[in-house]
């Protein structure tokens, strides 16, 4: 992918140029930005940019699917399968999203361990959300007329379901990652922004008001089971051969010490992102959340690219510890050179960007969305900290900054909201 074989021409060249007793120079080769010769700045870099081109897909697709949603579904049955979705990765998050840093910290080091690792932490995210999401749905009447559907029994129990298939696919990016192997992040969520893209515009008639959210979770299966078979059977045993030798299994204390500070931090990170669009749910109408859940899902999206590079950042500073400062500095220079021209479009752009999926969009949400692009810019500086504190195991001091941060966030939502609507 970043480089590219001489050619039939080039090989002549060398050949003459050998013959006439000079030595040959280097051969030209096409890289992207930052894969150098480096070994450590190349795999940071290679990670980072296959997390970043599953973003940039992810979005187009994504904003394609919350197009289609806003052309073929009424604003009322956007806002209601936003809702699901808000609620459905929230509570997958609980567990998924919080254990994703661990894989990262410790699948570089587990050597043997690692197929054990993985499994382990798949059965036990599962157990987790499904609890979580048994726990929701007997507090319903708490959470506003966006979530009545779940009353019903069947719509309960694929609920359940749901919380759980998406804590597995969330899983399976860090994963990913921690094996050195990203390429593949894109490959599968492709697969799945394609598939619920096409189910979506397939239920408008069968599944009129329920056809945003069974569409997206219908296409999660379609994700998972391949790269499933895919870790098992292909990357791990790769990954521990490649690590023998010099692979140093974590006990089980040193990943409970990490977990009590990251899991925590985590917990508040999780917060910001998934429980301000529930409380958001649960107080507005259902058109005003379908206004706000695509304009954070564009935000949000954005913010992915910081957090894509502060994932593989943890990963490289696990790998080898002694180039984290240069890793870092690298990352910093990187993503200014990225976010700042992206921020500014989303910040300028803000108000064409939405009335693509229609006037009362653009009306509604424009301010929301270049305070997005605001945040976005700062974002960078953030994850990339709190990377550098993973890869050194000091989640102490991480989860303190989360919190932090979670404090700050829940509480203006909760105090400008009613006051500014939206834009509060």
Not at 217 to 244: D, M
Request: glycine content about 10%; aromatic content about 10%; hydrophobic content about 55%.
């Amino acid at each position: 992918m970043s480089d590219t074989t001489t050619t039939t021409a080039g090989q002549a060249d060398t050949g003459t140029a050998e013959t006439a007793g000079q030595r040959p120079g280097p051969a030209r080769r096409l890289r992207l930005p930052g894969l150098g010769r480096g070994a450590g700045g190349n795999q940071l870099f290679r990670n980072a940019y296959a997390l970043m081109l599953n973003t940039g897909i992810s979005a187009v697709l994504g904003l394609g699917f919350w197009l289609a949603a806003a052309r073929y579904y009424t604003e009322a049955a956007v806002g209601q399968g936003s809702a699901a979705i808000a609620a459905m990765k929230l509570l997958a998050g609980l567990a998924a999203l919080t254990l994703t840093g661990a894989l990262a910290r410790f699948i570089p080091v587990a050597g043997r361990a690692t197929g054990r690792l993985v499994f382990r932490t798949y059965a036990g995210s599962s157990v987790a959300v499904a609890l979580a999401a048994g726990g929701f749905l007997l507090t319903l009447k708490l959470w506003g007329s966006s979530y009545r559907f779940l009353h019903d029994p069947v719509d309960a129990v694929f609920f359940v379901l749901a919380v759980v298939a998406w804590s597995l696919l969330t899983l399976q990016d860090g994963v990913l990652t921690g094996l050195r192997s990203a390429l593949w992040v894109p490959v599968g969520n492709t697969v799945f922004s394609a598939v619920k893209l096409v189910l979506l515009v397939v239920f408008a008639t069968a599944i009129p008001t329920m056809g945003v959210f069974v569409s997206w979770v219908a296409a999660i299966a379609v994700s998972v089971l391949p790269l499933g078979w895919l870790v098992f059977r292909r990357l791990v045993p790769r990954h521990v051969k490649a690590t023998e030798g010099r692979a140093h299994p974590p006990s089980l204390r040193e990943i409970g010490r990490f977990l009590a500070g990251d899991y925590t931090g985590s917990l508040f990170s999780l917060a910001v992102v998934y429980l301000v669009p529930v409380i958001v749910a649960a107080q507005v109408s259902s058109a005003d959340n379908a206004y706000f859940y695509i304009t954070t899902t564009i935000g949000g999206t954005v913010n992915l690219l910081a957090i894509n590079m502060g994932a593989s950042l943890t990963v490289e500073g696990a790998h080898d510890p002694a180039r984290l400062a240069a890793n870092t500095r690298a990352a910093l220079r990187r993503m200014a050179r990225i976010m700042l021209p992206v921020c500014g479009v989303l910040f300028f752009g803000a108000p064409w960007i939405l009335a693509v999926f229609g006037q009362g969009y653009a009306d509604a949400a424009t301010g929301l969305l270049r305070w997005f692009a605001v945040g976005a810019v700062l974002r960078v500086v953030m994850e990339t900290y709190f990377a550098v504190l993973r890869a050194q195991s000091r989640t102490a001091g991480l989860a303190w900054l989360q919190g932090l941060l979670c404090a700050l966030v829940l509480g203006l939502t909760l105090l400008l909201l009613p006051r500014m609507g939206l834009l509060g």
